[in-house]
């Protein structure tokens, strides 16, 4: 639990201090290390709203959300 809300608050800090792919591959990276990673939705969502990108890359991480998290319980880690 407690790599959860650190990777959280790490990503969070990622949307002000880093490039935007940086958040990118941090958000791909803990939808696919964690279950159900759902805070990555949101922060993606935030970041869309802090860099007005018109939720163009909330569009492209909701589908691979659902993708990674069907595979995930197909394929046992």
Known sequence: MVV???ASLILFLSLFFMPFWVTIILVLLGIVYFKCFVEAL???L?????FSLSFF?????????FLIEFFKKKVNF
Do not use: A, K, V
Request: proline share 5%; no cysteine; glycine share 4%.
């Open 57 to 65: 890359s909330f569009l492209i991480i909701l589908p691979t959300f």
């Open 4 to 6: 959860r809300i650190g």
């Open 46 to 50: 935030l970041s869309d709203l802090i």
């Open 42 to 44: 949101f922060f993606i």
